[in-house]
C-alpha cells in the first residue's frame, strides 16, 4: 500500500510569495495532521482534520497560513506571503480512528522541505 | 495543555543497552507513544503504552507510569543503524487523536 504522499519534496522560494504543500493520506484515514519541524521548535502539531473537518487549528502561527481538506484523499497547506522564518520541514500524517488497536499511531509522509529566502 | 520533557542527546557504545527517559504534565491523555527520526527522515512509530507498565517490541521496549507522569524507551543490543532521534509523545484525551510531540532525544551510537 502506499503510504503518505506529499509533494513538493523540496522547495525554494523567495520572501512574498505563495507556497503551497500537498498531501495525499492513507487510503481509508480519516485523521490528516500537518506539523512543522525545525529545530529550535521540534515537532508541531499545526492543525489536524477528522472526515476532512478541521478540527483543532490552535497551532497554525498566523493568518498567513490555512489548510484545507476538500476531500478524503487530498489536502492542502499554505502560506501567503512566505516569510524566512517559515523555512521548515512541513510534515503531514494520517491515522485511522480504529487503527493498531487504538494506539493512534501516526503515519508520517516524508516531508516538505521549504527554504524561504 | 500538554508538555513533555526528554533529554536532549544521549551516547552509548554499540551492544550497550540505553534508556531514553520522558516526564510530561498533561490535563489527560490516551497514552504515551514514540517515534524514531532518522536525519533527513520521516518519524515512524516504535511503540504505545495506554496502560502503565512494560511493553516490549524486540529489541525496544517501552514504559508507562501514570502516576509518576513519567515513562522512557528502553533499545537493547544497540546497532549503529539506532543512532537517530527519538521522540515521546501524547495522544491528548480531549482532542481525540490530537498528538503532541517531545522535542526529541538525539542518540549517538558509537562503535
Known amino acids: 500500500d502506499a503510504g503518505v504522499i506529499q509533494s513538493p519534496r523540496h522547495e525554494v522560494t523567495e520572501m512574498g510569495q505563495e507556497v503551497t504543500l500537498r498531501c495525499k493520506p492513507i487510503?481509508?484515514?480519516?485523521?490528516l495532521f500537518w506539523y512543522r519541524q525545525t529545530m529550535m521548535r521540534g515537532l508541531e502539531l499545526l492543525i489536524y482534520f477528522n472526515n476532512n473537518v478541521p478540527i483543532d487549528d490552535s497551532g497554525m502561527p498566523e493568518d498567513r497560513f490555512s489548510a484545507k481538506m476538500p476531500n478524503a484523499s487530498f489536502s492542502t497547506l499554505k502560506i501567503q506571503p512566505s516569510e524566512p522564518r517559515d523555512s521548515a520541514v512541513y510534515f503531514c500524517?494520517?491515522?485511522?480512528?480504529?487503527?493498531?488497536?487504538?494506539?493512534?499511531?501516526?503515519?508520517f509522509g516524508e516531508g516538505s522541505r521549504l527554504t524561504v529566502l | 495543555g500538554q508538555s513533555l520533557e526528554q533529554p536532549s542527546e544521549v551516547t552509548a557504545v554499540e551492544g550497550a543497552i540505553v534508556q531514553i527517559n520522558c516526564t510530561y504534565q498533561t490535563s489527560g491523555f490516551y497514552g504515551l507513544s514514540w517515534y524514531q527520526q532518522h536525519d533527513g527522515g520521516a518519524p515512524t512509530f516504535l511503540s504505545y503504552?495506554?496502560?502503565?507498565g512494560l511493553e516490549e517490541t524486540g529489541r525496544f521496549s517501552s514504559f508507562l507510569s501514570r502516576s509518576d507522569s513519567y515513562g522512557y524507551l528502553l533499545l537493547q543490543e544497540l546497532q549503529m543503524k539506532d543512532s537517530a532521534s527519538y521522540f515521546c509523545a501524547v495522544r491528548d484525551r480531549g482532542g481525540g487523536f490530537k498528538t503532541i510531540f517531545g522535542a526529541g532525544t538525539r542518540l549517538f551510537v558509537k562503535a
Open positions: 487510503s481509508g484515514h480519516d485523521y
Open positions: 500524517a494520517s491515522t485511522p480512528t480504529s487503527g493498531r488497536g487504538g494506539t493512534g499511531e501516526l503515519f
Open positions: 503504552n495506554g496502560l502503565d
